[in-house]
């Protein structure tokens, strides 16, 4: 293959692989992915945010076999655009442990306070989750919950393509067992509103965050992330909405401890 560069002519040798190579490699790859999951795995998190992959992270080092489910087509949730698009965030001592662990660079703003380029936040973290063993779904959302009366608990997810809602569409799903599911979906807590909806006397309500104020709503967030009924976990914002609790914007303090407080419940009662 030749190509000009500043007018002047280079070559290079790239492989030859056919097409069919392509898609075969990618099929067998996934679908054997696939077929593991579907077997029962320990750990399923709705929602690639912050706290879904801080979750994730610490699961899975812990040797748990975890799953991030994501609607969208790529991981980060309010983490890229920082602040209105201003690609910064803030964190708060004892959170601030926790980007340094997965190598996130920090600027001392003062004591205990700390401002982070999104960018290497979102990568930190998301390369912490791969290469602890964390698999990821795409574009795919879950669905509905499975669950079990007698005792009352969440056994598993039930998932779709985003396209199919996107669309409208009508197409029955398939399921994944688990011992964990968490709800990281954010703002709108879509996992607890289903159980809210279809789980026979599932005790709570989602409420809905309240307004801004942040330190109130960081502090009171990672109090209450965790097992709301056996099996169906809650983590960042998603928590603020099921007990009602007020926002807090572009800092991630709460979202960090939090996501490890839910993994750390997890692990000792699975390990």
């Given at each position: ?26 099929l ?44 969208l ?42 401002i ?48 199919n ?43 809905g ?59 000792r009662?699975?390990?």
């Open positions: 293959m030749h190509y000009f560069l500043f007018g002047v002519s280079m070559s290079i040798n790239i492989v030859e692989v056919p097409e069919q190579e392509i898609t075969l490699a990618i067998e790859e996934a679908f054997e992915m696939l077929k593991e999951l579907a077997k029962g795995i320990d750990v399923i998190i709705a929602g690639a945010g912050p706290s879904g992959l801080v979750c994730a992270y610490y699961c899975a080092k812990a040797g748990l076999k975890t799953l991030v489910i994501e609607k087509l790529h991981p980060g949730g309010g983490i890229p655009p920082g602040g209105m698009g201003f690609p910064r965030g803030i964190v708060a001592s004892p959170a601030d442990e926790i980007l340094r662990e997965i190598e996130c660079k920090l600027r001392k703003i003062r004591e205990g306070v700390y982070f380029k999104t960018a290497d936040m979102f990568a930190s973290l998301l390369k912490a989750a791969t290469s602890a063993g964390v698999e990821f779904l795409f574009g795919i959302y879950v669905e509905d919950l499975i669950y079990r009366e007698k005792p009352l608990r969440v056994t598993g997810a039930v998932i779709n393509w985003t396209a809602l996107l669309s409208g569409l009508h197409m029955d799903p398939l399921m994944i067992p688990s011992k964990a599911v968490v709800d990281a979906t954010g703002h709108d807590a879509e996992l607890l509103r289903i159980a809210q909806e279809r789980i026979p006397n599932f005790p709570f309500k989602v409420k965050h309240k307004g801004m104020c942040a330190y109130e709503g960081e502090k009171l967030v990672v109090e209450k992330s965790g097992e709301v009924i056996p099996g169906l976990y809650v983590t960042g914002m998603a928590t603020a909405s099921l007990y009602g609790l007020p926002r807090m914007g572009p800092i991630f303090s709460s979202m960090l401890l939090s996501g490890k407080k839910v993994a750390d419940e997890i692990i009662k699975l390990k």
